[in-house]
């Protein structure tokens, strides 16, 4: 088959994010003006650079995590494990301004060292992030689409020392959590390596 996304796919659900998957989840807490927690995951985030390091998330609309990280400038991104997926889920809910998903996903906090917002004490790897831009989308026609992209360099890195194993970030261990289309995720249990061609 093929469509036109914008003429519509006949199917009884939006393919697209089935096919841009898995994406890793970024997990994102922030504070606001007053100093308050937030916490949200996001689908469409990723890491676009590697030195200096810089991350990416998408917000469909003006969501807190966007005010927040335009207004402070920081952010922080957090692995979402296995052992994790039930309180990143839990933290999604649709909350009022001010209210602690932290709390309400159970989840106790972490101080960063150089970024204001904490972290998910038991994520295995978190990222404190200074905010590079925060970009409004447009489409072809260069109407807003209501999508904003946070841009952030990484400037401090924790790592459980539990999750490492011989110096490496062990991703399939922790259970690397990612979503996929529609109400499917999926857990990286299983890795394999090859080498590039010279």
């Not at 207004?71 to 933290?91: I, P, R």
């Not at 996903?105 to 960063?112: F, H, I, S, V």
């Not at 490492?164 to 390596?193: I, N, Q, S, W």
Request: glycine fraction near 8%; aromatic fraction near 10%; hydrophobic fraction near 45%.
């Amino acid at each position: 088959m093929f469509y036109e996304p914008g003429s519509g796919h006949g199917l009884p659900h939006d393919p697209f994010k089935a096919i841009v998957a898995p994406r890793p989840i970024g997990w994102i807490s922030t504070v606001d003006a007053e100093g308050r927690p937030n916490l949200a995951p996001y689908s469409f985030f990723n890491g676009v650079c590697d030195d200096p390091p810089i991350v990416m998330f998408s917000s469909a609309g003006w969501k807190d995590s966007v005010a927040n990280a335009q207004a402070t400038g920081e952010f922080v991104c957090n692995f979402v494990s296995f052992a994790l997926k039930d309180a990143m889920n839990a933290s999604s809910a649709p909350l009022a301004a001010g209210e602690s998903e932290f709390e309400r996903a159970g989840l106790e906090t972490a101080p960063c060292r150089l970024v204001k917002p904490p972290r998910v004490a038991l994520s295995p790897a978190a990222l404190e992030c200074k905010v590079l831009s925060v970009t409004e989308l447009s489409d072809l026609a260069g109407r807003s689409v209501g999508r904003f992209v946070v841009t952030g360099q990484v400037v401090g890195v924790h790592i459980d020392d539990k999750a490492l194993t011989d110096g490496l970030f062990d991703t399939a261990r922790e259970g690397a959590v990612a979503r996929c289309g529609y109400l499917d995720y999926a857990a990286v249990f299983e890795m394999f390596a090859m080498k590039r061609p010279r």
